[in-house]
């Protein structure tokens, strides 16, 4: 259970910082869109770990997959071609502008939750 709990400490790590940055994001400007979606990734994957023990690596593959898959439906603009552009919901789920750099901090969020679950979770059971 212990690990679990570390997991759950992460994750709400993550979303505290994600409500930061909607709180803050006036003042961040470019740097909302990428602090959010490093973020963001980090906080699926502990959210995740935290309630069901699946292997690291399908997790957090899973994760940047599907985050990569929205920015790739983003670039192919399906919500406006699937008359969807007027859906609230839609739009905060698919986004409204394709940028390249998104899969950059995709990736750096991959790295980021990579290492702290290394070192924080994984690394504390190699010694137990």
């Keep these: 259970m212990q690990l679990r709990l570390?997991?759950?400490f992460f994750a709400i790590f993550f979303l505290i910082i994600s409500?930061?940055?909607l709180y803050y994001s006036n003042n961040l400007g470019i740097w909302r869109?990428?602090?959010?979606?490093?973020?963001?990734?980090?906080?699926l994957y502990f959210s995740i770990q935290s309630i069901i023990p699946i292997?690291?690596?399908?997790?957090?593959?899973?994760?940047?997959l599907l985050a990569f898959s929205i920015e790739s439906l983003q670039?192919?603009?399906l919500p406006k071609i699937m008359g969807w552009q007027d859906n609230e919901v839609i739009?905060?789920?698919?986004?409204?502008v394709f940028d390249p750099l998104d899969l950059?901090?995709?990736?750096?969020g991959w790295l980021i939750t990579w290492w702290l679950d290394h070192i924080f979770i994984s690394k504390s059971l190699a010694k137990k």
């Design 19 to 21: 409500f930061e940055i």
């Design 75 to 77: 670039y192919l603009d």
């Design 91 to 96: 739009m905060i789920l698919f986004g409204s």
């Design 104 to 108: 950059v901090s995709y990736t750096l």
């Design 55 to 64: 292997r690291r690596w399908i997790c957090i593959v899973g994760i940047v």
């Design 6 to 8: 570390r997991y759950l």
């Design 33 to 43: 869109g990428w602090i959010g979606d490093i973020v963001i990734i980090s906080f």
